[in-house]
């Protein structure tokens, strides 16, 4: 797709709401995610937009709970609650849901 440097991982990081580009727009199957002009720069949540990163890159501000919960919020809320209990409860995180990411080991951050 390109050589390295050439900037495949900054375009996606910009698609994905990373990161905001000095200008330009970014139009994905018609939605305007960015516009410089325009002054349109949709949230991460708003994009809808998944990205697996090589490393776990966990938001460092956000508890367990809340990384996991991070892509449930067009859920209603008593069903992200739901969901959320049993991913804990699936990769055995239930005594460290309201740490944060620097306050676990690497494996935990892997689950």
Do not use: W
Request: glycine content about 12%; hydrophobic content about 35%.
């Amino acid at each position: 797709l390109g050589a390295s440097g050439s900037g495949k991982s900054m375009l996606l990081r910009c698609i994905a709401g990373l990161v905001k580009p000095d200008q330009g727009q970014i139009i994905i199957n018609g939605k305007t995610f960015f516009d410089s002009q325009k002054k349109i720069n949709l949230s991460m949540g708003a994009r809808k937009v998944g990205f697996l990163f090589q490393n776990y890159a966990l938001f460092p501000n956000m508890t367990v709970v809340q990384n996991i919960a991070f892509g449930l919020d067009h859920l209603p809320k008593n069903e992200k609650k739901r969901r959320v209990d049993a991913l804990m409860e699936k990769y055995h995180l239930g005594d460290i849901g309201n740490r944060y990411p620097t306050q676990i080991s690497g494996g935990q951050q892997q689950r």
